[in-house]
């Protein structure tokens, strides 16, 4: 792959733009056998909580390494699943981290509780063990890491506060499925592990979620709240041949449908090429962009592997002349489909709102947020899509430098 300089004007001020169709930055892999598992389900007797299910969560959890997997209609759902069966009710405080998409901390709002927002180390952008520390309180329920862009978080550290504190760790890992932590899998570390199926997510299921654990009351915990509060599914009745269930406790109907667990089934067996896929295009960023002051590229600890969700750059704003808004416009202009993750949480104005008047400041996920542009990153982008994102970067950065 070659050097980063061109001198073309920019497309954002009239010049010709490195490519004419947006490249997304992120975007589904599907194959002709995927939608062959779909039409198949729609041919079957169960459309929703059939067969599909059970397979879809016993391959994800061997794959995971856990004794369980419970599916969800949703990360989202998901969340709140874990967030309630870990216990966390009105009155509670759960400690999180302010550079992440809102569902987050909405799960612990669903649950009547506050959500905490410690700031994150300069490093890897998550949640950082000694501010979790600072803010652990009475009324401390449970914690709630993000590995933010697939770079797991301080899982030991964390859990070893949690088990002196009697707190419970509830890893989101929407951006994490296939990253490992001092060689173990993601959704094996935490007491629950929540993933993501949304179509820019590894593997997708259109609308879709999972929630890891060992833990067998919270399995059993988890399956109840996705049906209402009952415990028996209606599969399971129609095979006993019973019709009597009681609702037990209030649930939702968060259930994931056959549909979608047959195509995350279906994806499965590529996972790992897929990953693999995505860590390649992080090295070709890294050996393009690694000269370059401008730019603050995504920290790797020895002891971890991401499974590279995102490829998000700091932007140093000491060296450019312009802001990450400018430089922002100027990719997009050049057709590479730039986003930005996150703004911190508790910035956004229902957040302000809600909580007016309390000192929350974290200071390094502020700074980040001003400096941060996520690159595209998903798994059929081509070395030449790479290459359109190295040769418009390099052309928007001469012009800023
Ligand atoms: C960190 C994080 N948590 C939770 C979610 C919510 O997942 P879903 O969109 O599947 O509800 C997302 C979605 O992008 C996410 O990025």
Known sequence: MNSLSTSTVLALFGGEPVRTTLLPYGHQSLTEDDLQAVLDVLRSDWITTGPKIDEFEEVFAAYVGSKHAVSFSSGTAALHGAVAVAGVERGHEVITTPLTF??????????????????????????????VERLVSRQTKAILPVDYAGHPADLDELLLLAEREGLVVIEDAAHALGARYRSRSVGSVSHMTVFSFHPVKHLTTGEGGMVTTDNDTYARQLRSFRNHGIDVDARARQTTGQWYYEMKTLG????????????GLSQMPRLNKNIERRREIAKLYKENFQ?????????????????????????????????????????????????????????????????AGQDTSCPVAERSYKELISLPMFQSMTDEDVQDVVTAVGKVIQHFS
């Open 252 to 263: 939702y109907n968060y259930r994931l449908t056959d549909i979608g667990c047959a195509l």
């Open 102 to 131: 809102c569902a987050t901390a909405n799960s612990v709002l669903y649950q009547q509780a506050v959500p905490k927002f410690a700031d994150v180390t300069q490093d890897t952008l998550t949640l950082d063990p000694s501010e």
């Open 291 to 355: 000269t370059l002051d401008a730019l603050r590229l995504p920290f790797i600890r020895p002891d971890s592997e991401s499974s590279w969700h995102l490829y998000p750059v700091r932007i140093n704003l000491k060296v450019v002349q312009g802001t990450r808004d400018e430089i922002f416009q100027a990719l997009r202009a050049e057709g590479i489909g730039v986003n930005m993750h996150y703004i911190p949480v508790y910035l956004h104005p229902y957040y302000q709102d809600r909580f």
